[in-house]
């Protein structure tokens, strides 16, 4: 499994050839992008900042369990931090499984518990001000 | 007994700072330091959820404190 948090646009071909595996007959990816509106506010652009050696444990364990529940051969999630623009990839999760059921409940564990447990932060910048996603109830 | 606390996200907007030594009592818990903050910084209680961790792990409220101990704050976290 490959775990990954950097700053660079993240290059999803590659993500997505690291879990080819030949055993496998499924390959699900998913890929979070930033959209351009919340609340029918214009989003300017995205701020993220990542605790990044307690991320890289979160996001190990929840690579972990995976492997523990699914019949998961190969797996990559890599997470961009730093300012992200519009349409720009934030995160990338690639599950290869022999069939592809698993795989999809395997990707939908891995980004639903993400959003949970890793400690990753996005600051949603508009034209008149800036909100910490999720912070109030 | 000093200890230093590290913030992240909206937590560094509240304390306004990205890290602080601060005294507690010695053998205070997170959960000590959890009502000291509130007290002295009331917009915590706002927060959807206010978690600690220690050694990058989370930690509950009964985790105690030593001399040193660095202690991040982790408001409401919003990655992917």
């Not at chain 1, 190969?74 to 698993?102: D, S």
């Not at chain 1, 409940?105 to 400690?119: F, H, M, Q, S």
């Amino acid at each position: 499994m490959e775990i990954k948090i950097y700053n660079n646009p993240i290059n999803v071909e590659e993500v997505e050839q690291y879990v080819y595996d030949p055993n496998c007959g499924g390959i699900v990816t998913f890929i979070g992008t930033v959209r351009n509106s919340t609340k029918g506010k214009n989003v300017v652009r995205l701020e993220f900042e990542a605790y990044v050696p307690m991320a890289i444990k979160e996001l190990n364990k929840i690579a972990e369990t995976i492997m523990e529940k699914w019949p998961v051969k190969k797996l990559a999630i890599h997470h961009r931090i730093g300012n992200l623009e519009i349409g720009e990839v934030a995160v990338a999760i690639a599950i290869a499984c022999p069939h592809r059921k698993n795989a999809f409940e395997a990707c939908a564990y891995a980004i639903d518990t993400l959003k949970e447990t890793v400690p990753i932060w996005k600051k949603e910048i508009f034209e008149d001000g800036e909100v910490w996603v999720s912070a109030h109830p | 007994m000093k200890i230093k606390i590290i913030a992240y996200g909206i937590a560094k907007d509240i304390l306004q700072t990205k890290e602080m030594s601060y005294e507690l009592n010695d053998d205070s818990s997170i959960g000590n330091l959890k009502n000291v903050l509130l007290e002295k910084y009331p917009k915590f209680e706002a927060l959807a959820s206010l978690r600690f961790a220690v050694g990058e792990e989370y930690q509950d409220d009964e985790f105690v404190l030593e001399e040193g101990s660095e202690v991040v704050i982790i408001p409401p976290v919003s990655g992917g």
